[in-house]
């Protein structure tokens, strides 16, 4: 099978990548607004502190939450995403790289 890859910046900060078809937003800051009007299988935060929205909850379409290495160990999520998707959270600076079939 060969990977498709397709790479769309939405803004300076925020990309989708389309693979396997599966859409993976990749930013520094998570809204409301953002989730909602592309609906990514995957969410990958990225920065040293990725800015979240205090009420922001993640909807059933998202699979998988990444936290990523260079994000700061004093970081901590909104109790809200916490805890709907405890189960889906990674954070690859404590439990390693992510291996997800797409």
Known sequence: MQLKLKT???????????????????????????VNNFRPDMVLLTGIYPKTEKEI?????????????????????????YNSKADTVHFVRKSGALRVQL
């Open 8 to 34: 769309k910046s939405l803004q300076d900060r925020c990309s989708i990548i389309q693979v396997g078809g599966r859409d993976i937003l990749i930013t520094d800051f998570l809204n409301r607004n953002l």
């Open 57 to 81: 909850s993640l909807p059933g379409s998202v699979k998988f939450l990444i936290i990523s290495s260079e994000v700061s160990s004093s970081y901590r999520l909104p109790d809200r995403i």
